[in-house]
């Protein structure tokens, strides 16, 4: 495994449980937006061993443990690793942009991700430029979003929003294309000096309100994140 970064304990990370969060290394997309950049390309790796050993020793007191990135599903060691995190009892959480829709699906088939959040770039049309990836094929994010709303595992949607990237009628498409997901969460972008673009801007509360209210008849769980 991959790993850039260990978090040793989250309230937020994985909703509903005491955890810890792993950020691999390595990624597929390259939004520009992103604020774990360092990731993409990542030189320098923590020891998996090391890591382990702090969970094990934590395993009384932690619920779980949240996997982001980077892009997890890239990490061939990951269906190991968490059996590892699952034999001491952690309950596990997969943070994933669905574009290797395979891998999530033997991840959830045999039993190694309790919880999904899966980022949605912006509506479909749009979709390839947010993710800086031209030649992006939507029919693999296609096909997560239905594997995921089949509900194999409790999952969450969520898109973070940068004004200079999203149109308020994107978030009526999206909502027509994630129409009766269990939860969709829009997430407010923040500058960082991480970020690979830093012309982006925070949007306003009050345009993050309106986006929601777009959303709400289709997808009645939408709520906000990140909005001061």
Same mark, same amino acid.
């Given at each position: 495994m991959k790993i850039c970064g260990f978090q040793k304990l989250t309230l937020l990370d994985f909703p509903g449980h005491l955890a810890a969060t792993i950020f691999t290394g390595g990624c597929n997309f390259r939004c520009p937006f992103c604020h774990n950049s360092e990731l993409i390309l990542p030189? #320098?790796?923590m020891e998996e061993e090391d890591i382990l050993q702090t969970l094990k020793k934590r395993a009384g007191m932690l619920e779980g443990v949240c996997i982001t990135g980077?892009?997890?599903?890239?990490? &061939?060691d990951l269906p190991l690793f968490l059996e590892k995190l699952k034999a001491m009892g952690y309950a596990v959480k997969l943070d994933t942009n669905g574009y290797q829709p395979t891998v999530?699906?033997?991840?959830? /088939? @045999?039993?190694?991700? #309790? @919880?999904?959040?899966? #980022?949605? &770039?912006?509506?479909?049309?749009s979709y390839a430029s947010i993710a800086g990836i031209p030649e992006l094929e939507l029919s693999r994010i296609e096909e997560s979003v239905r594997y995921l709303m089949g509900r194999p595992v409790p999952y969450?949607? /969520?898109?973070?929003?940068v004004p200079e990237l999203h149109r308020e009628e994107d978030f009526s498409e999206i909502g027509a294309?994630?129409?009766g997901a269990d939860a969709y969460y829009l997430q407010a972008y923040k500058d960082s000096e991480y970020v690979l673009d830093r012309r982006f801007t925070p949007p306003s509360k009050e345009w993050m309100e309106a986006l929601k209210n777009r959303l709400l008849p289709y997808i009645p769980h939408t709520q906000l994140r990140g909005v001061d």
């Open positions: 030189e #320098d790796f980077g892009e997890p599903t890239l990490q &061939k999530l699906q033997e991840l959830c /088939r @045999s039993g190694l991700v #309790d @919880s999904v959040a899966m #980022d949605i &770039k912006g509506a479909p049309e969450e949607f /969520r898109t973070t929003v294309w994630l129409a």
